[in-house]
């Protein structure tokens, strides 16, 4: 059973950064690419960033130049560096196993991310 616990959210004001941190187990880590989505009440949920095994990155046209995401085989983890937060960048962020056909079905709890004045 494939667990994700995800981490690191909180409250910070406009133009400011936090780090999210997601830890996996339950599979061989390092073969699969990973993902992090976030979700507001009402919208369905996104995807914000993605990384292959290989370490290709993938950003959604509203992150891009301002999130980073990285991954750490050795300590079966998944990161994601948020600058330049914007008040649109508030969510509850997740992350999860992207396969071939799609996500996994089952998702953590999520982190909150809250971008306020």
């Known amino acids: 059973q494939v667990q994700l616990v995800e981490s690191g959210g909180g409250l910070v004001q406009p133009g400011g950064s936090l780090r999210l941190s997601c830890a996996a187990s339950?599979?061989?880590?390092?073969?699969?690419?990973m993902g992090w989505y976030r979700q507001t009440p009402g919208k369905q949920r996104e995807l914000v960033a993605a990384?292959?095994?290989?370490?290709?990155?993938y950003y959604a046209d509203s992150v891009k130049g301002r999130f980073t995401i990285s991954r750490d085989n050795g300590k079966n983890t998944v990161d994601l560096q948020m600058n330049n937060l914007e008040p649109e960048d508030t969510a509850v962020y997740y992350c999860?196993?992207?396969?071939?056909?799609?996500?996994?079905?089952?998702w953590g709890q999520g982190t909150q991310v809250t971008v306020s004045s």
């Open positions: 339950g599979l061989i880590f390092r073969a699969y690419s």
């Open positions: 999860n196993v992207r396969t071939p056909t799609g996500v996994l079905g089952s």
């Open positions: 990384i292959s095994s290989g370490g290709t990155p």
